[in-house]
């Protein structure tokens, strides 16, 4: 059950990761043919384009020269009806159509800017969405490849993992856990005990033992698991208690802890049927 959940989940997040990359793809292209598809038009960058002077060709663009023809000299009279040369306004047609161009919104190389600053924006965030999502895939990867080489240890692989080294050749840490209870040794018990529910965790995949983790990692995982934190904590306190203050282990406390062995397996067995399906 859980490897036919693990390869569609893989299945599914491969199957994201394509279509994802294959989106932006589209996505990049259809926006780069869309600024460069803009028909041009030559008049746009001609300043003076669309009107006519006797001095200028508009298809060349170049100053045409200018034939002089004899006329009379002009009277004093004559100057008077001269016409003066009038100053455009600001707000003319000729002031708005270069404030479009120097704000950006005309097709003049301050709107080409503006549309390039667009494309860098449209590539960056289609870049962000793969990368989200590369990482996305990458993360269900190694859960995945966690939680299988977790389910597929052995005894002992489990035990190479607890934090301490411990003095029993065949790994059975709740018979010498019982011993060092009858000989009135409850360091050692106390310690043999709580190595004996770290690896019962660890074989039923309630948590992934290894070394370098703290007891409060251990102790969120499994409450998620129900009716097992309760004893796990009961049993981590005076352990701590004991291996890392150099506290007298409590002959009481530990009787609770012991007594509640059983009930702690009954429950560890319910969760881990659970997780199987």
């Given at each position: 059950m859980i490897g036919a959940n693990k390869i569609r989940n893989?299945?599914?997040?491969?199957?994201?990761?394509?279509?994802?990359?294959?989106?932006?793809?589209?996505?990049?292209?259809?926006?780069?043919?869309?600024?460069?598809?803009?028909?041009?038009?030559?008049?746009?960058?001609?300043?003076?384009?669309?009107?006519k002077y006797p001095w200028y060709d508009a298809e060349t663009r170049s100053v045409k020269p200018l034939k002089q023809q004899p006329g009379n000299k002009p009277t004093s009279t004559d100057r008077d009806t001269v016409p003066k040369a009038i100053k455009k306004q600001p707000g003319g047609a000729g002031g708005t159509a270069n404030a479009g161009n120097r704000w950006g919104t005309?097709?003049?190389?301050?709107?080409?800017?503006?549309?390039?600053?667009?494309?860098?924006?449209?590539?960056?965030?289609?870049?962000?969405?793969?990368?989200v999502l590369v990482l996305t895939f990458l993360y269900i990867e190694s859960s995945d490849l966690e939680k299988t080489q977790t389910s597929g240890r052995s005894r002992q692989q489990s035990i190479e993992q607890l934090p301490f080294d411990l003095e029993t050749a065949d790994g059975d840490f709740?018979?010498?856990?019982?011993?060092?209870?009858?000989?009135?040794?409850?360091r050692k018990a106390i310690?043999?005990?709580?190595?004996?529910?770290?690896?019962?965790?660890?074989?039923?995949?309630?948590?992934r033992l290894r070394k370098g983790k703290t007891?409060?990692?251990?102790?969120?995982?499994?409450?998620?698991?129900?009716?097992?934190?309760?004893?796990?904590?009961?049993?981590?306190?005076?352990?701590?208690?004991?291996?890392?203050?150099?506290?007298?282990?409590?002959?009481?406390?530990?009787?609770?802890?012991?007594?509640?062995?059983?009930?702690?397996?009954?429950?560890?067995?319910?969760?881990?049927?659970?997780?199987?399906?």
């Open positions: 893989q299945r599914s997040a491969r199957l994201l990761v394509y279509l994802g990359a294959l989106l932006a793809l589209l996505c990049l292209n259809a926006t780069g043919e869309s600024l460069h598809a803009a028909p041009t038009d030559a008049g746009q960058d001609d300043a003076l384009g669309g009107h005309g097709t003049g190389a301050a709107g080409e800017g503006s549309g390039t600053m667009l494309f860098i924006i449209a590539a960056a965030t289609i870049l962000v969405a793969i990368v709740r018979s010498a856990a019982d011993a060092a209870y009858q000989s009135g040794d409850l310690i043999y005990l709580y190595s004996h529910v770290l690896v019962t965790l660890d074989q039923n995949r309630l948590i007891n409060r990692q251990y102790l969120r995982e499994v409450q998620r698991h129900n009716g097992v934190s309760g004893y796990f904590q009961q049993v981590m306190l005076p352990f701590e208690s004991v291996f890392f203050g150099d506290h007298e282990m409590d002959a009481d406390q530990f009787q609770q802890c012991w007594s509640g062995l059983s009930g702690f397996h009954s429950k560890v067995k319910d969760n881990s049927e659970m997780l199987l399906g």
